[in-house]
């Protein structure tokens, strides 16, 4: 999808298929249209509870999971939207990489001793991490102080599964 022009690959307007504009979104089978990541990754980990993606509903990891959801969506993917937008001023930029950056020291600190956001289980949530920490390195943002951070996006990164992902969308040759 062409996100600035607002078009899909074969050309059709995406407001007609995501009224609100902007990615993600998934189409079922059945003409329903879900959006937003944390929705889409808990209703895909659903589908496949054999993965362990995600932890049974109704339990604190699961909690836990959409904890990490929200802190992702709110406090960083949010930020970044200052940072794509070529009519925000540099002081909103400026801002937005401030808070993103202090946002990303409390993941780092939660990161620290461990290999995933909720313990030693990859789950939905350290997927959603893993594609925003990749915009940090795509805007050339120095994150090298977070080394439990960058040890974590390496680890995903390594994912055979990641790097096929990436690979099919041309993030990696």
Excluded at 10 to 19: C, E
Excluded at 65 to 84: C, D, P, Y
Excluded at 113 to 132: E, I, P
Aim: net charge negative; proline share 5%; with cysteine.
């Amino acid at each position: 999808m062409d996100i600035k022009a607002h078009v899909t690959a074969d050309g059709a307007d995406f407001y007609a298929i995501n009224p609100k504009g902007y990615v993600p979104a998934l189409l079922l089978d059945d003409g329903q249209l879900l959006t937003e990541g944390p929705a889409i990754l808990q209703y895909l980990a659903d589908l496949k509870p054999e993965a362990g993606l995600l932890p049974p509903a109704g339990t604190v990891e699961r909690a836990r999971v959409q904890e990490w959801l929200t802190f992702i969506g709110t406090e960083l993917h949010k930020n970044f939207s200052a940072l794509f937008d070529p009519q925000a001023s540099n002081d909103w930029k400026a801002a937005a990489k401030a808070k993103i950056g202090s946002r990303f020291a409390f993941v780092d600190k939660a990161l620290t001793g461990r290999d995933y956001l909720t313990g030693g289980d990859f789950c939905v949530a350290d997927a959603y991490l893993f594609a925003v920490v990749n915009w940090a390195g795509f805007l050339r943002m120095d994150l090298s102080d977070l080394a439990a951070l960058a040890a974590f996006h390496k680890r995903v990164g390594a994912r055979p599964a990641v790097v096929a992902a990436m690979t099919a969308e041309g993030l990696l040759k």
